[in-house]
């Protein structure tokens, strides 16, 4: 079956791309808006794109209001951002933060969870997430109706019982979240991977 892109609505192709490029991890992303509320929203079109500079990427779009999300517009206000990973723990409470509130409600507060001081970006962080990324925006391209935000990655604060002993993450004891198409997602445990070195050249 060939599908012709330029035949689809936006959303058709939304829904297509999302169920192809699989999995994705979810940027967590917290922010804080000039008058000082919190917001905390998923977003699952993210990636790491650079590490001279350390620089990740998350695609932030448009409420049906035609306005920008509010994690859009408190980047573009504030220039800071906290990326928190999304595990099997955390996963119920993620789901409640997808929601569309109003800009006045703090989603802290709505899905239970605890914000902590970060040490450098005014941003909070999610206490009850493993791994959090202070970043500072770098640049926000407006594509459309998205904002593709470049973040500088500042710091990074990650819980001393998933370090392996050369000091990195070990991505089995994280049980992180990755989204697939439409309501799916998958967990990321030590049952489900497995290691594939790469061979020598010969």
Known sequence: MEIDIKSLEPKQIYKLMTSIIVPRPIAWVSTVSRDGI??????????GISSDPPLLLISVGSKETKEKKDTWQNI?????????????DTLEKMNITALPFDKEVD??????????????????????????????????????????????????????????EKGYVDTTKLEIIGRLGGANYCLVSKENTFELR???KR
């Open 38 to 47: 919190y917001n905390l929203a998923p977003f699952s079109y993210f990636a």
């Open 76 to 88: 573009e206000d504030t220039g800071e951002f906290v990326v928190n990973i999304v595990t099997k």
């Open 107 to 164: 989603e802290f507060e709505k899905a239970g969870l605890t914000p902590v001081p970060s040490s450098i970006v005014k941003a909070p962080r999610v206490k009850e997430s493993p791994v959090n990324i202070e970043c500072k925006r770098f640049e926000i391209i407006q594509i459309g109706k998205m904002g593709i935000i470049l973040g500088e990655v500042l710091k990074v604060h990650v819980k001393e019982d998933i370090l392996n």
């Open 198 to 200: 790469r061979p020598d």
